[in-house]
Each structure stands twice: as structure tokens, then as C-alpha cells.
């Protein structure tokens, strides 16, 4: 019994470290769908695009009120010293 619990913790931290971090998606513009459940899509770049998602199957805009742009700070980069 105790090896099906090892094989199972091997298992799993193999599955674990292998898996990626999703990165949240930030877009400014949310597609309110009617279909049932009402569902609601935040992957929007433009109005437009939005728009064009919800004309054919009804639904509505609106701006991402959890929005938030990144910031466009400049990376530093230290510059390395060689030894020679």
C-alpha cells in the first residue's frame, strides 16, 4: 500500500512540475453573451473585435473594469563586467 501512495506522489509532482503558470489575460474589452448562463468573455483587444464576436450570436460590449495596462517601463539591463 505504501508504494501505490509513492507511485501516486511521484506521480503527481511530475504532472506538477511540468505545468506552466497561466498568465492572466488583460484585455480592456468584455463580450456579454445571451446564450444561457449568460456567459461573459474578457479577451478583447479593440471594440471592434468585441463587436464583430457578438453580432452574430447576440450579446453586448462593454469595457473590462478589471483592466489594467502594463507598464511600458523600460528593462535595465547592468552591464556585465569580463575578466580577461
Same mark, same amino acid.
Given at each position: 500500500?505504501r508504494t501505490?501512495?509513492?507511485? &501516486?506522489a &511521484?506521480?503527481?509532482?511530475?504532472l506538477?512540475? /511540468?505545468a506552466?503558470?497561466? &498568465?492572466? /489575460? %488583460?484585455?480592456p474589452?468584455c &463580450?456579454?453573451? %445571451?446564450?444561457? *448562463?449568460?456567459?461573459?468573455? =474578457? *479577451?478583447?483587444?479593440?471594440?471592434? /473585435?468585441c463587436m464583430?464576436t457578438?453580432? *452574430?450570436?447576440? *450579446?453586448? =460590449?462593454e /469595457? %473590462?473594469?478589471?483592466? #489594467?495596462?502594463m507598464?511600458?517601463?523600460p528593462?535595465? #539591463?547592468t552591464a556585465? #563586467?569580463?575578466?580577461?
Open positions: 500500500m501505490l501512495y509513492d507511485v &501516486a &511521484a506521480t503527481l509532482l511530475m506538477l512540475a /511540468q506552466d503558470f497561466a &498568465a492572466a /489575460q %488583460n484585455y474589452w &463580450a456579454q453573451l %445571451n446564450l444561457r *448562463g449568460g456567459a461573459r468573455n =474578457c *479577451g478583447f483587444v479593440s471594440w471592434e /473585435q464583430a457578438v453580432s *452574430g450570436i447576440g *450579446g453586448f =460590449c /469595457q %473590462n473594469f478589471l483592466y #489594467r495596462p507598464s511600458e517601463r528593462i535595465r #539591463r556585465r #563586467r569580463h575578466r580577461n
